[in-house]
């Protein structure tokens, strides 16, 4: 299947049970409130799905279960993080044989490659498949930095064709579109800079409280795209204090609490992550509750892709 790019793309928590195993039959019921909503692609495996913790045959279930789901209607994306390239490249083979329909790809893990190694890890890895990539930049919370003179290297990959701008510096969107034009793809990851980045020229928003908050994530996206900026606007002042909850080290038990107050999740987590604790806990819910209570009514919103 072909990736355009574009549209919002939630990257999902994955569900578990008390007992510490998949629950699918919740994972189902968020997927299809996505699908609702209008978002354009889902992605697995990333930070918000816990993928550290997975197993390969979880991966595989998530994989196929979200395949079934969508039924063709959007394209499933698999996040790969791995210390050798090896290892990615057999995980972008499993991928493929899964069913996912692209990739993301985070920079070697652990070991803090630099430019040569990085870009020719990325390069290793598009060789060995057909698959579309999206290069995951996020130097923040990763440490490697892609740059622009690297996205150049990379774009003699045909497969390589956008990049998750997490940087958090909003002016890279537009070095990235003079430099690179339609050539490079550009989807904000970063909640807190979602309509900011789209204004500046972002094709998508590759989100984290659309979770628990799919269509007010996709209103946003589908009014400023159309030009209807205070619309826009006023629901992303309502949302700001919820997408604050994912530029933090307990975004996964955040956003989780997120998805329980609005009945598309569960608050599990996989150790080493527990639950929020004490004064955090209701530090968290405040904000969650005070969100549910203050929730918008949407207006008309045509959503891009779906």
């Keep these: 299947m072909q990736i355009k790019w574009e549209g919002v793309?939630?990257?999902?928590?994955?569900?578990?049970?008390?007992?510490?195993?998949?629950?699918?039959?919740?994972?189902?019921?968020?997927?299809?409130?996505?699908?609702?909503?209008?978002?354009?692609?889902?992605?697995?495996?990333?930070?918000?799905?816990?993928?550290?913790?997975?197993?390969?045959?979880?991966?595989?279930?998530?994989?196929?279960e979200t395949v079934r789901i969508v039924d063709g209607k959007i394209p499933v994306i698999i996040n790969i993080a791995e210390q050798t390239t090896k290892g990615a490249i057999e995980a972008a083979s499993k991928a493929k044989k899964y069913g996912a329909s692209g990739l993301m790809m985070l920079p070697p893990m652990r070991y803090k490659a630099n430019d040569f190694e990085t870009v020719t890890y990325f390069k290793e890895v598009a060789k060995s498949t057909d698959l579309p990539i999206m290069i995951y930049n996020n130097p923040v919370d990763y440490g490697i930095e892609v740059t622009l003179d690297m996205f150049e290297e990379l774009?003699?990959?045909?497969?390589?064709?956008?990049?998750?701008?997490?940087?958090?510096?909003?002016?890279?969107?537009?070095?990235?579109?003079?430099?690179?034009?339609?050539?490079?793809?550009?989807?904000?990851?970063?909640?807190?800079?979602?309509?900011?980045?789209?204004?500046?020229?972002?094709?998508?928003?590759?989100?984290?409280?659309?979770?628990?908050?799919?269509?007010?994530?996709?209103a946003i996206y589908s009014l400023a795209k159309a030009e209807k900026i205070k619309e826009a606007l006023a629901i992303y002042r309502w949302f700001l204090p919820l997408l604050e909850l994912d530029i933090n080290p307990q975004l996964v038990q955040?956003?989780?609490?997120?998805?329980?107050?609005?009945?598309?999740?569960?608050?599990?987590?996989?150790?080493?992550?527990?639950?929020?604790q004490g004064e955090e806990r209701k530090r968290v819910l405040k904000i969650i509750e005070n969100g549910i209570r203050t929730r918008p009514i949407l207006p008309d919103y045509k959503p891009s892709l779906v």
Excluded: H, Y
């Design 254 to 276: 955040n956003i989780k609490l997120a998805e329980v107050a609005t009945g598309i999740g569960t608050e599990q987590v996989r150790a080493p992550r527990l639950p929020l």
């Design 155 to 218: 774009l003699t990959m045909p497969n390589i064709q956008a990049v998750k701008e997490s940087t958090r510096d909003i002016s890279n969107i537009t070095r990235i579109k003079n430099r690179f034009g339609d050539r490079l793809k550009v989807l904000t990851g970063v909640d807190t800079l979602g309509l900011e980045s789209i204004l500046m020229g972002a094709d998508g928003w590759v989100a984290g409280l659309v979770c628990a908050f799919p269509a007010e994530t996709v």
């Design 9 to 64: 793309m939630p990257a999902v928590t994955t569900k578990f049970t008390k007992e510490d195993t998949l629950d699918l039959n919740m994972f189902e019921l968020n997927i299809r409130a996505q699908l609702k909503a209008g978002v354009s692609a889902i992605i697995l495996g990333g930070t918000l799905g816990e993928a550290s913790t997975l197993t390969d045959q979880e991966k595989k279930a998530l994989i196929q």
